[in-house]
């Protein structure tokens, strides 16, 4: 291989300049972070949803339109997908191996993830802004 002992990379890997591309501590951190997020949003809206069994429509609009059930939905919604398209991404890298469909797909998870989020905090906000 070379004179360093302590190089572990084929010549192969030299020569094409492959490597870590020390990105993978951040996104582990992040999806740990939303991770926990969602379970302590997910945690409030259950009891918020158990609390409106049996409720009718017009309680449950008003329900969604206070503004700490509605920040925690928005909350909510973004770490969600936002956790998602961390968990596709890995999986997209691990599993997809042509580049043309890694790339393809990695376009797609980051669209279909936002238009997602944007359209449900849209939802919510719409509710909480006309009020009960």
Not at 4 to 18: F, W
Not at 99 to 112: D, E, M, Q, S
Request: net charge positive; with cysteine.
């Amino acid at each position: 291989m070379s004179g360093n002992a302590n190089n572990l990379r084929t010549p192969l890997k030299r020569a094409r300049g492959l490597g870590s591309a020390k990105d993978g501590t951040g996104h582990f951190i992040w999806q740990r972070i939303t991770a926990i997020a969602l379970a302590l949003a997910g945690v409030y809206l259950l009891g918020l949803l158990f609390g409106l069994t049996g409720a009718d429509y017009h309680i449950a609009r008003a329900v969604v339109a206070d503004p700490l059930n509605a920040t925690v939905l928005v909350f909510f919604i973004v770490a969600m997908f936002w956790h998602a398209k961390l968990g596709l991404q890995v999986i997209i890298e691990d599993y997809l191996h042509t580049p043309l469909l890694a790339g393809a797909a990695h376009i797609a998870n980051i669209f279909v993830c936002a238009l997602a989020a944007i359209a449900g905090v849209l939802a919510v906000l719409r509710i909480a802004l006309q009020g009960a």
